[in-house]
């Protein structure tokens, strides 16, 4: 079982940035690829960015060049550096966490709220 526990949500304006983190504890050493997924009122969750152990990353199309994932193996935690952010990108953010075994994990959820 792997636990995820995401920090650095909140308020901020059109244009600004915002930082999210994601802390994983339990069963460590079977973490594969860790993510971020997001969902806004009245719609599916949809994928963010994810970064592979080795360092690999991936992110959606619309929010390259815009959103940075890192990873920091040492201390077990998986970052999300959201830059330019616009109102369309008020939801929640979800932390995920694969598995070698082939489980999911999520964390709880952190809200970002970009005002126009």
């Known amino acids: 079982q792997v636990q995820l526990v995401e920090s650095g949500g909140g308020l901020v304006q059109a244009g600004g940035s915002l930082r999210l983190s994601c802390a994983a504890s339990?069963?460590?050493?079977?973490?594969?690829?860790m993510g971020w997924y997001r969902q806004a009122p009245g719609k599916q969750r949809e994928f963010v960015a994810r970064i592979a152990r080795d360092g690999t990353t991936y992110y959606r199309d619309s929010l390259k060049g815009r959103f940075a994932i890192s990873r920091d193996n040492a201390k077990n935690t998986v970052s999300l550096q959201m830059n330019m952010l616009r109102p369309e990108d008020t939801a929640v953010y979800y932390c995920?966490?694969?598995?070698?075994?082939?489980?999911?994990?999520w964390g709880q959820g952190t809200q970002v709220t970009v005002s126009s």
């Open positions: 995920n966490a694969d598995t070698t075994y082939g489980s999911s994990s």
């Open positions: 339990g069963s460590i050493a079977s973490i594969n690829g």
